[in-house]
């Protein structure tokens, strides 16, 4: 079975700019959630998508949003980038079925945007 | 709010050296606690994982018990090799969703 894919791998960007990020879960994974990765503070959660609706979002700003895809493939933006936006933005997705909690989350290899 | 804290790195350790890193939690209920690791260039691997109080997580060598008395879930190794080298990170989410709170991770380099 195919992994957690991210599109692109690398990205530059210079400020002002807009970004997405594309990332393909495991086939039957309903669940996809998105990560900001820096050294300074770490694993950051973004918001999470489920069945094309988003059900838990963390602490960033506006410009930062997300969608997801009948297909369960998800897109996050970034508009009007800022130079602290450079980071490590991992994706995850994970079964979502009722019954037995925690449910696992796979990790895809993240896409590392810098910005300019 | 729900945080994990682990502690600071990085960590170097010759080979086959004992392994303990240390990761506390606050949360209300009863989360589920986790250990992944981060291989350089790569995502998060799950390592372990502990869903109640008292349950031990193990893999690949690598061992780590919920504690509820101490809100800990310090992740453990008898004797580490070269190969272990990474990245590590303390998590919990709680059954209400599907929120994950991360450490900030503890870098780990053995040495041959």
């Known amino acids: 079975k195919a992994g957690v894919t991210q599109t692109p791998r690398y990205l530059i960007k210079t400020r002002g700019q807009q970004v997405t990020l594309s990332c393909s879960p495991i086939s039957g994974h309903r669940s996809v959630s998105w990560y900001q990765q820096t050294p300074g503070q770490g694993l950051q959660f973004l918001f999470e998508?489920?069945?094309?609706?988003?059900?838990n979002k963390g602490n960033f700003p506006g410009r930062f949003s997300g969608r997801q895809f009948s297909n369960s493939r998800s897109e996050m933006n970034v508009s009007t980038l800022e130079l602290g936006d450079s980071a490590l933005y991992l994706c995850?997705?994970?079964?979502?079925?009722?019954?037995?909690?925690?449910?696992?989350?796979?990790f895809g290899p993240g896409t590392r945007l810098t910005v300019t | 709010g729900d945080s994990v804290t682990q502690m600071e790195g990085p960590v170097t350790l010759s080979e086959e050296a004992f392994l303990t890193i240390n990761c506390t939690y606050t949360?209300?209920?009863?989360?589920?606690l986790f250990w992944y690791v981060q291989y350089p260039g790569e995502g998060l691997q799950l390592l372990l994982k502990a869903t109640k109080a008292d349950d031990k997580g193990s893999n690949k060598g690598f061992e780590a018990t919920y504690r509820k008395e101490t809100t800990s879930f310090h992740l453990e190794k008898g004797s580490v090799q070269v190969s272990d080298s990474a990245v590590y990170f303390c998590?919990?989410?709680?059954?209400?969703?599907?929120?994950?709170?991360f450490g900030t991770g503890t870098s780990l380099t053995v040495i041959p």
């Open positions: 998590a919990l989410s709680r059954d209400t969703g599907n929120q994950f709170y």
């Open positions: 949360a209300t209920g009863y989360p589920s």
């Open positions: 995850a997705s994970s079964v979502w079925t009722s019954g037995d909690f925690p449910y696992e989350q796979y």
């Open positions: 998508y489920f069945s094309e609706t988003q059900r």
